[in-house]
């Protein structure tokens, strides 16, 4: 069975798209109508920005949905048994299966990513990868600290993503860096995603997301809030809403899809960044067996 999986946040790269808008007609097309639907340019910071434009939450998470998107659909024999996104790829990925239409996607992402560049400009939030230790240690550190700290990427076996406000991010860190993390590093990000500092997006992004017509989906995709399979179009827009204070929950996500019978994994994004991850995990679940 072929489960195929969609990159977030990170994947980007200068130039991303320039060879798809080349060498294909129906990709140009795409990327017109996505210029068109934006009513500015976005084509033009993917082919031709620098990377300080380029790196902006707005301009990055645009730029992976719309290269992430037109890869699945000029792609040969693309007909998933089911289906991933990390964190931003699941929009990507619900477009490629057509629960929503790809305008409708650029819609969604430039609201999502809107919300979210708002709440980091009044926010004072980061976030860290911390290696080498395993989940229940970081788990209750992140919730005997006295500020707003938690878990918030799951990426795989004892590789954890915290999320929350710059301070408790500090003393968290230090706190782990005792317990014997092998490494932590400040992500270069401008906020703390998918933790309850982005609460106040939660209700704009809903009311907005409820006047998106959403289809059922035609094979199972792996939501990041509960690792399980859904199909349904309501199940579906309500996991993403609270996808935003949520942790992404990827290595559980692509354990269960084993259980269920995944034998391949195909990326589909900007760069392979998931492929690392995904043997990591494969490798500890077969332990676990």
């Not at 130039?15 to 990327?31: D, E, I, R």
């Not at 014997?180 to 401008?190: E, Q, S, T």
């Not at 349904?232 to 809403?241: E, Y």
Request: glycine share 6%.
């Amino acid at each position: 069975m072929k489960a195929y999986l969609f990159p977030g946040q990170g994947s980007q790269f200068l130039g991303m798209g320039k060879n798809l808008y080349k060498n294909s007609h129906f990709a140009k097309q795409l990327f017109q109508l996505a210029d068109d639907v934006l009513k500015f340019r976005i084509t033009s910071i993917m082919f031709d920005g620098t990377m300080n434009i380029l790196k902006k939450t707005k301009y990055t998470q645009l730029s992976i949905y719309i290269y992430s998107v037109i890869k699945a659909k000029i792609l040969n024999n693309f007909e998933p048994d089911m289906v991933a996104g990390n964190s931003l790829g699941e929009f990507s990925a619900l477009a490629a299966i057509n629960v929503f239409s790809f305008e409708d996607g650029l819609i969604l992402v430039n609201q999502r990513a809107s919300v979210m560049q708002e709440i980091c400009e009044s926010t004072n939030g980061g976030m860290a990868a911390v290696l080498g230790l395993e989940d229940s240690i970081i788990e209750d550190i992140c919730n005997k600290d006295r500020g707003i700290i938690v878990p918030s990427n799951y990426n795989g076996p004892k590789q954890l993503v915290i999320s929350g406000e710059k301070e408790a991010l500090k003393r968290v860190c230090f706190s782990l860096e005792k317990k014997g993390a092998k490494k932590i590093f400040i992500l270069p990000v401008h906020g703390a995603f998918h933790s309850p500092i982005m609460d106040p997006a939660v209700k704009k992004f809903e009311n907005f997301i409820n006047k998106i017509p959403f289809k059922d989906s035609k094979c199972p995709i792996y939501q990041n809030v509960t690792a399980k399979p859904v199909m349904k179009s309501n199940d579906i827009k309500k996991n993403l809403v609270k996808q935003l204070t949520s942790p992404v929950r990827w290595k559980q996500s692509i354990e269960n899809m084993i259980y269920n019978g995944a034998t391949s994994f195909i990326e589909i994004g900007p760069r392979n960044i998931l492929k690392g991850l995904v043997k990591k995990i494969i490798e500890n679940f077969s332990k676990k067996i």
